[in-house]
């Protein structure tokens, strides 16, 4: 049984040690559990009970108003589709805009996570990144809509100590600046703390 409320611009850590079941209400949040899985209760997003939304639904919410930053950076992004294709693609999801507003807000939100806008490191592929600047690039594509919710599923534990931190900062201003809800999942009690 899990219950839990997070309030506008709120962060909240859900801890559990690992195979606890952590991700699992991570991937339920969003609906993305597999269809055996059973699931009873409700789960509210501005007033709507999301077990009830509709695929099409789910679809408009995930990247939209939800943002999700996984723990496998790497393994996350598209290998064969370079950076700036996978941002534009998950850009064209959401919204229909010029091709200038959409570099416009890609440039903006790549310097938001301390990443380079220009036109090389966006042509560049997942695969030689480091798993730091890896996962910077998933964050940049989290909060490209701005979502009011961004869950944020051990995001540090495939990072050394500094980058951990760096990426732990990194959480704590974006929720300031954007006024964004944080639901940070870890087994890590030190990185809940922080």
Sequence with gaps: RVAFEIDEGEVLGLIG???SGKSSVAMCLLGLLRRDCKVSGSIRFEGKDLLLATESEMRKLRGREIG???QSPLASLNPVLRIGDQLQEAWR???RTSREEMRAEIGCVMRMVSLPADEEFLRRYPRPLSVGLAQRVLIAMA????PKLLIADEPTS???MITAA???KLFARLNS???MAVLFISHDLLSVAS
């Design 177 to 179: 600046e954007l006024g």
């Design 68 to 70: 999700l930053v996984l």
């Design 143 to 146: 909060i490209l809509h701005r």
């Design 93 to 95: 999801a959401h919204r």
């Design 158 to 160: 495939a990072l050394d």
């Design 17 to 19: 040690e690992s195979g």
């Design 166 to 168: 760096e990426i732990l």
